[in-house]
């Protein structure tokens, strides 16, 4: 059975690492509503940061950094697991994020994680973050 998981409001590092947690637990993950999470801090150090993280390495051999919310959202939690291994690989195939809620999950109960729901005073949206990318939503 598949986890689904409400990212609306959450802080980005610690859904990660709840979402990150439980996919090596063997578990399989959808994260809907990935582009309203949000990251805590400062706009212009958040957008500094991941303008940097896209402008490294070159056109053809990456790093690739991702301008979409859901991608932005699943290269976080790429993060946190050992992908490289194939332990790690097994489980971020185990993972899915959405852009808004998909017909197939839409009544059924999404998973609110408390910790992630922390009201800090600066911050930035995702979707915020990849249309300062580039992104076209």
Known sequence: MTIIIDAEGATLGRLCTNAAKNLLNGEEIAIVNSEKAIISGKKTMIKAHYKQK???????????????????????????????????????????????????????????????????????????LSRFLGADI
């Open 54 to 128: 896209r402008e490294v390495g070159t056109y053809r051999k990456g790093p690739f950094f991702p301008r979409m919310p859901d991608r932005i959202v699943k290269r976080s939690v790429r993060g946190m697991i050992p992908y490289q291994t194939p332990h790690g690989r097994k489980a971020f195939k185990r993972l899915k994020c959405y852009m808004g809620i998909p017909k197939e999950f839409e009544g059924k109960e999404l998973e609110k994680i408390k910790e992630a729901d922390k009201q800090p005073i600066d911050f930035i949206t995702i979707i915020e």
